[in-house]
């Protein structure tokens, strides 16, 4: 049975990507429109870059798990396809750059020999699971997680349910109530529970950052975890048929929520459970083992003050006797491939096959014995991974910016290097006695998460004497308060970039020296208040006398230009009428040869997807209401009341039939047929030939 699972899953794999190779051959040849394109190819991890005729390629690895021959692989792939460096992102996702798009189908198969997926990194998904890296490792934890958040990726690729939603949506699992996964800030959160024995989680809802941030709202203080799959599909459903998908900006799950209120969500959620594909579904909680190390070196005793120096700031005691995990601070999430090369071969002599990638763009070895820790240390020492600070004020997180983001406007990583030098030049102690965060994004969509930071930064510009320089937003007060609950960051002032440094360096200065005792960086901040900040930062936003230098960016040379493409993180809105009849037809096919291989739930939503892509066709021709699949399913009738079939008399009659109806096969059969005849309809009218 589990090698007929191995090749039907690699027959859909193979079948993935020959689509992609296809679609690829269809845009170059004019047989697609660029739009169309564009969404299918997000939805594969290919992503349009800053610089002309390149692709960002975007690899899906849930929990930010990897073992030692999945990065070695990974870097192969980035020297042969890319640009030799990988990127951590703050999805536990690796980024590679400067991919030609005709061969993004090879590197793709290239990656799937090690069971490495692009399938759903991009797009308007669900995105990348992430999780706590010390899952399963966690001395706080009530249970792995790692089992749960496996099964939730595993769950949902690929479903039909969640193929071209209104935008993105994402997911996380801390492994305690530390809530290091960040779960107060995402579309669903889950910490673990055990309830009069029974493992469940506590379960947020609606959260998220961007330019408008939004805390998650608890809708459960305890759900049994095999109910959390049926749950999450019918969040999806509800959001898949009632999220905006005009106006990008208001499309994601907390403005629905925001809209209709949480009562009213949870009242369609309910409805929608009962014709979900399982009213439970079970997952095995896998038990962790522990493969026996190859380093069979001399345990060496001799540390060193710097051993110890590193040795506190960077290891952390696991729930397993005897072992701890070591954290790498990876500078801006970059690692060359050969560097990642080399670290492989080190997780196969220390730690074996659960390692992880973080939120914080850093690596996690995981299960490294104790009397292997100085060994460790310095083999690390030689690849110059042993920097201080894993998490720390000095590991700094940033998204790309300018170096390879259209949507960049100033060089975020430019700015974490000068930041960084100046932490470990001037402020070295902070590293181990105080948690600070420092987080910056190139723009307000918060990709490098500067709204959750202590102190954070956002890329802007602004004029001084009619030209346009570089700036900073600066932000301060953000962070994790622990238990699903944070805060988000105060904006206090704009300055010119080049003096962002001197706004850090006077922030740092003063907390060292104005602090009361014991007082944490939330606790002095707020002391002291935002317009403390505000006056004694406000003279370095005077734009009166810039320096030459203040209109070149960071890692720059030239003049700064702002130049700002489409960007493509959510995907686009699909509004051509010639496409959408394709792309109805296109899901029903996917439908018919989903009822063939029995697979009669993802049968019946890819039908209910080419009966609404048929709907919005015939309504945008009339210029109708589309900006949700709720609107076009109610404006249909009223526009087109001559509408029916031998089995409904209205369109909203067929949609309610899958709605309260089981997928059972029965079912399957007469909603695919009620389909055909539906698109078919719609197709006729829009030629004008149904009277």
């Known amino acids: 049975m589990e090698s007929f699972r191995t090749e039907l899953e690699n027959q859909i794999v193979a079948k993935d990507i020959l689509d992609l190779e296809k679609k690829i051959f269809e845009f170059k040849n004019s047989q697609i429109d660029e739009e169309k394109f564009r969404s299918l190819r997000l939805a594969r991890g290919v992503y349009g870059q800053r610089q002309q005729g390149v692709q960002m390629i975007r690899i899906k690895l849930p929990m930010g798990k990897f073992t030692a021959k999945q990065l070695r692989r990974i870097a192969d792939v980035s020297d042969e396809y890319a640009s030799s460096n990988l990127h951590i992102t703050t999805r536990q996702d690796i980024q590679i750059h400067y991919v030609l798009l005709d061969r993004t189908p090879e590197l793709w198969a290239t990656l799937e020999k090690d069971e490495i997926t692009l399938r759903e990194a991009c797009g308007n998904t669900v995105r990348n699971v992430t999780a706590s890296v010390m899952a399963g490792v966690d001395p706080n934890e009530a249970f792995d997680v790692t089992p749960y958040a496996q099964a939730f990726f595993e769950y949902f690729l690929r479903n039909p349910i969640c193929q071209e939603m209104g935008r993105k949506f994402k997911v996380a699992f801390s492994s305690s109530s530390i809530d290091d996964a960040l779960t107060f800030i995402h579309d669903l959160g889950f910490i673990p529970r055990i309830e009069n024995g029974v493992r469940g989680f506590r379960v947020l809802l609606g959260g998220g950052i961007g330019s408008q941030p939004i805390d998650a709202q608890e809708v459960f203080s305890f759900l049994a975890a095999n109910i959390i799959i ?54 095995e909680p896998k038990k962790r083992t522990l493969k026996e190390a190859k380093f069979v070196g001399e345990t060496l005793l001799d540390s060193s003050p710097a051993f110890e120096a590193w040795k506190k700031a960077n290891t952390y005691t696991q729930k397993q006797m005897g072992y701890v995990a070591v954290g790498l601070p990876i500078k801006t999430g970059d690692i060359a491939s050969d560097k990642a090369r080399k670290l492989a071969d080190l997780i196969e002599q220390f730690t074996r096959d659960d ?77 181990n006695t105080h948690d600070i965060q420092i987080k910056i994004s190139g723009c307000m969509n918060a990709c490098g998460q500067h709204t959750l930071a202590h102190i954070g ?35 206090l002032l704009k300055v010119p970039a080049k003096r962002t440094p001197d706004v850090l360096r ?140 031998d089995q409904s008399s209205s369109f909203s009659e067929g949609i309610e039939a899958f709605r309260n109806n089981p997928s059972d096969e029965s079912f399957a059969n007469t909603f695919l047929e009620d389909t055909k005849k539906t698109i078919q309809w719609i197709k006729n009218s829009r030629n004008g030939t149904v009277e």
């Not at 060994?375 to 940033?398: P, S």
């Open 230 to 283: 049926p749950y999450s599909e019918a969040v999806i459903r509800v959001f898949d048929r009632h999220g905006e998908r005009n106006k990008r900006n208001k499309a994601r799950l907390k403005f629905l929520i925001k809209e209709i209120g949480l009562d009213a969500f949870r009242v369609l959620v309910e409805q929608e459970l009962k014709v979900v594909n399982h009213q439970e579904y079970a997952i």
């Open 355 to 431: 390692n992880r990638f973080s939120v914080g763009q850093s690596i996690l070895l995981r299960d490294v014995k104790e009397e292997h820790l100085l060994a460790l240390y310095r083999a690390l020492e030689k690849l110059d991974l042993h920097r201080i600070g894993f998490h720390k004020i000095n590991d700094i997180v940033t998204c790309p910016g300018t170096d390879t983001c259209n949507l960049g406007i100033a060089s975020s990583m430019g700015l974490a290097d000068e930041l960084q030098k100046l932490i470990e030049t001037e402020f070295y102690s902070l590293i």
């Open 457 to 491: 930064f956002q890329g802007m510009t602004l004029k001084s004497n009619g030209l346009i320089a570089p700036a900073t937003q600066i932000l301060l007060g953000g962070g994790v308060l622990g238990d699903g609950t944070g805060r988000f960051a105060d904006k």
């Open 506 to 645: 006077w922030i740092l200065t003063d907390f060292e020296f104005n602090r009361a005792k014991e007082e944490d960086f939330f606790a002095y901040y707020d002391r002291q208040t935002k317009n403390y900040f505000y006056q004694n930062l406000k003279h370095y936003s005077a734009v009166e006398h810039l320096a030459a230098e203040d209109f070149i960016d960071f890692g720059a040379k030239e003049k700064y230009e702002k130049a700002i493409g489409i960007g493509e993180c959510a995907g686009v809105t699909i509004d051509l009428i010639q496409t959408l009849i394709f792309e109805a037809e296109e899901s029903f096919q996917w439908a018919t040869e989903a009822l063939v291989e029995k697979r009669f739930g993802d049968a019946t939503y890819h039908a209910y997807n080419g009966r609404i892509r048929a709907a919005k066709a015939l309504l945008t021709s009339v210029e109708a209401k589309t900006n949700s699949h709720a609107s076009i399913i109610e404006r249909f009738d009223a526009c087109f009341p001559a509408f029916k079939t």
